[in-house]
């Protein structure tokens, strides 16, 4: 059966995109722990555990990772970004992409942020654009 995130890439489950191509996927976490919070994907495999991908695919979505961590720096206020590996609660491997005020911004234990719709789809969109302009 497809993973969510599967599911995700897909279109078969909404998510708030921010960048895309033919083999990997980025989209917000609908639990940020701050705001741009995203989550990057390998579209076709759905193994649970990163260090598991074959090596073209795990330097493929590194790469692509860099690219949508450039454009989130560039769309958000924030001092870098700050870049994740946990896997304990999805069972499809994704890396966390989280911008970084200070060390605490990265601490999964704290209360995510509330956020609307509109909020989610205004940060997607502008992500999407500097995305965009690489
Ligand atoms: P982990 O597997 O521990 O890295 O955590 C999975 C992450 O995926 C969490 O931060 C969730 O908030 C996020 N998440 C789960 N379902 C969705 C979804 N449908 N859309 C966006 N993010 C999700």
Do not use: W
Not at 36 to 64: M, N, Q, R, S, W
Not at 106 to 115: C, G, H, N, Q, V
């Amino acid at each position: 059966m497809a993973t969510i995130f599967t599911k995700i890439a897909k279109g078969e489950i909404p998510s708030y995109k921010v960048a895309e191509n033919d083999d990997y996927y980025a989209f917000l976490d609908i639990n940020p722990l701050a705001a741009g919070h995203t989550l990057v994907i390998p579209k076709h495999v759905e193994d649970d555990y990163i260090f598991h991908l074959e090596e073209d695919v795990y330097l493929g979505l590194c790469a692509f990772a860099r690219k949508v961590a450039v454009a989130i720096k560039a769309a958000v206020p924030c001092k870098r970004v700050g870049v994740a590996v946990l896997g304990m609660e999805v069972p499809h491997v994704h890396i966390h992409l989280v911008p970084l005020s200070s060390e605490s911004d990265l601490d999964f234990r704290k209360e995510k942020l509330a956020m609307t719709a509109d909020e989610f789809a205004a940060i997607a969109a502008s992500i999407q654009k500097e995305y965009e302009k690489l």
